[in-house]
């Protein structure tokens, strides 16, 4: 019904950048259900944690390890998602995922993920 993609990923060094895309394909009618986009990560061991949020009203909301470094953004024409990351540190090192969310079902969306590795 409606599928995430994700890219961007990659290997950088601490202090170094990156920007993550999530692209939005499927039902035209469910693509503009989406309200709430999301970027997760998950790190080998550990589990799955909200990274940052953001809304169709451009509302957003970060996880205290991000804020100050990672921006989160969207394009609501293409309902297409980003997260720039900035200052990256090895502790980032995680497969990142976006998510989105159904308004009216509350059914949730998931990317494959990108991986996203940060050398010290």
């Known amino acids: 019904q409606v599928q995430l993609v994700e890219s961007g990923g990659g290997l950088v060094q601490a202090g170094g950048s990156l920007r993550l895309s999530c692209v939005t394909s499927?039902?035209?009618?469910?693509?503009?259900?989406?309200?709430?986009m999301n970027w997760y990560r998950q790190a080998p061991g550990k589990q799955r944690e909200l990274v940052a949020t953001?809304?169709?009203?451009?509302?957003?909301n970060y996880a205290d390890s991000v804020k100050g470094r990672f921006t989160i953004s969207r394009d609501n024409a293409k309902i297409t998602c980003y997260l720039q990351m900035n200052s990256l540190k090895p502790e980032d090192t995680a497969v990142y995922y976006c998510?989105?969310?159904?308004?009216?079902?509350?059914?949730?969306?998931w990317g494959q993920g990108t991986q996203v590795t940060v050398s010290s």
């Open positions: 953001i809304t169709s009203g451009g509302s957003t």
């Open positions: 499927g039902r035209v009618d469910r693509l503009f259900r989406i309200n709430t």
């Open positions: 998510n989105a969310v159904d308004m009216i079902t509350h059914q949730a969306y």
